[in-house]
């Protein structure tokens, strides 16, 4: 009998409970999956519990293998974890003495602009994040 999984709590255990539930959809093992998408196992292992965050790279391509959209797996992890709200509202503040300043009101800002965007939009952006403009190419994982 497999076992049971705790409740997911942070993003990245709901990313990954959302993948491990695709995966036992599709029959594929973890092993699978990691030979798939050019993995290690170990790694594969740490983002399904949620000790590793998958790159958008990653999320796209896991999406890809298992036939799944990759927006409608981010719907379906937002929707668990609580919505995106409630991450955008775990993004850390700047730190200052006067709760109006500049960089409170910017954040602010920023989060009313990402509330807007769509699906596609975020992960653009997660994208455009993750790639040096110098090089052209995707930074490695510091993990």
Partial sequence: MPKKRKQPETFDEWV???ID???TVHSWTQ???ADSIGLSLTLVGRSIRGSRA???LEFERIASVLGEDPGDLLSDVLQG???LDKLLSE???PVSEDSSSIDDLETRRLQKEAEQMSVAEIERNAIAATQDPERRT???DPT
């Fill in 31 to 33: 092993s699978q999956l």
């Fill in 54 to 56: 998958l790159s958008v």
């Fill in 81 to 83: 974890f609580g919505g």
């Fill in 91 to 93: 993004i850390p503040k």
């Fill in 21 to 23: 539930s695709k995966l």
């Fill in 138 to 140: 995707d930074e490695p």
């Fill in 16 to 18: 990954g409970a959302i």
